[in-house]
């Protein structure tokens, strides 16, 4: 069974940088789409970066701040976030999928247990 672990998350003021990791458990081909998605309380989960063999894109959000990686030789998937606000405070999950019309959807394959970023 797969499973993608996040970490990296935490407590930063406005303005710091945060790495977030997911390590994912099985090998995953780097033909799969891969995203982060964030979810702050109260609202709908929304994606935030997303990333496969065609390129990556950002949220207007985080565009200019954020940048989705991946290192597929470790099965891992990055997202550096720099110049942090308030309104980024969320639970930040993971994703793989097959497709990236499924991450796209919020419908991916897999899903990681998240990591809480706060930002204050």
């Known amino acids: 069974q797969v499973q993608l672990v996040e970490s990296g998350g935490g407590s930063v003021q406005a303005g710091g940088s945060l790495r977030l990791s997911c390590e994912i458990s099985?090998?995953?081909?780097?033909?799969?789409?891969m995203g982060w998605f964030r979810q702050a309380p109260g609202k709908e989960r929304e994606w935030v970066a997303i990333?496969?063999?065609?390129?990556?894109w950002h949220a207007d959000s985080v565009k200019g701040r954020f940048t989705i990686t991946r290192d597929n030789a470790r099965n891992t998937l990055y997202l550096q976030m720099n110049n942090l606000k308030p309104e980024d405070t969320a639970m930040y999950y993971c994703?793989?999928?097959?497709?990236?019309?499924?991450?796209?959807?919020?419908?991916?394959?897999?899903w990681g247990q998240g990591t809480q970023v706060t930002v204050s």
């Open positions: 990333i496969d063999p065609a390129g990556s």
């Open positions: 994703a793989a999928a097959t497709s990236r019309g499924k991450v796209v959807a919020g419908r991916p394959d897999y």
């Open positions: 099985l090998y995953i081909y780097s033909s799969y789409c």
